[in-house]
């Protein structure tokens, strides 16, 4: 239990529905991040929320829509995904301001679009 | 881009030190090196991190030389469980654009009785 979690842990959906993927950190972090993991490749970072500012990442297409409401919950909305989309998505938290860099991550959700 | 490489795989058996290298030439002043261990189907867990010389902690040391372009992961006398992925990661938590959180192919660590 990294005090990260995420739900749900699996979803399928086609690639017309709209679904949303929620993280909850309850370690007091300020920072949260969304990542993509597929198969064989390295993790992909797709957005950063620090101090409850989104940091933007131009080559995530738009499909993907992150809400950070407040420092603790982190939402990922899905719409008219593809099946390149499937893989497994991983929430993370840190605490921003020191200057080491340590991340918890969430067991993930693993995401199947048919 | 502080870019990482790593070897593929290594292969272990119980008991002995394995020794993973983290290449990253383009270093920045301010980045921190980290590692992490991953499980199928599981979130990366934080192993250790370092900016320079060596890191020593419960689970594992981390060398660093001078010129900081590569670092060294040191698991001393692995078990079956720590058959895992093991991933270095360059970056600074203070700079967080994209540029700087790089995450490499891993190595896949097996440890055989």
């Known amino acids: 239990e990294t005090g990260v979690t995420q739900t749900p842990r699996h979803l399928v959906m086609g690639m017309t529905n709209k679904k949303s993927l929620k993280c909850e950190q309850h370690?007091?972090?300020?920072?949260m991040y969304w990542y993509k993991q597929s198969a064989k490749k390295p993790l992909e970072l797709m957005f950063v929320y620090s101090l409850e500012e989104r940091v933007e990442n131009n080559s995530v297409p738009s499909r993907f829509s992150p809400e950070c409401p407040n420092s603790s919950h982190l939402f990922l909305h899905l719409h008219t995904l593809q099946p390149e989309d499937s893989a497994l998505y991983l929430c993370?938290?840190?605490?921003?301001?020191?200057?080491?860099?340590?991340?918890?991550f969430g067991p993930g959700t693993r995401l199947t679009v048919t | 881009l502080a870019k990482t490489t790593q070897p593929i795989s290594m292969d272990s058996y119980e008991g002995q030190e394995v020794n993973i290298t983290c290449s990253h030439n383009?270093?920045?002043?301010?980045?921190?090196i980290t590692w992490y261990q991953q499980f199928p189907s599981q979130g990366p867990r934080f192993i250790i991190q370092?900016?320079?010389t060596k890191v020593t902690n419960e689970v594992a040391s981390l060398f660093i030389p001078a010129d900081r372009k590569s670092s060294t992961l040191s698991l001393p006398r692995v078990s079956l469980s720590d058959t895992a992925v093991y991933y270095c990661?360059?970056?600074?938590?203070?700079?967080?654009?994209?540029?700087?959180?790089?995450f490499g192919t891993g190595t896949r660590l097996l440890v055989s009785p």
């Open positions: 993370a938290s840190s605490q921003f301001q020191t200057g080491e860099y340590e991340q918890y």
């Open positions: 383009n270093i920045a002043t301010n980045d921190y």
């Open positions: 370690l007091g972090h300020n920072a």
């Open positions: 370092g900016y320079k």
């Open positions: 990661l360059v970056g600074d938590i203070r700079n967080t654009g994209f540029q700087k959180l790089v």
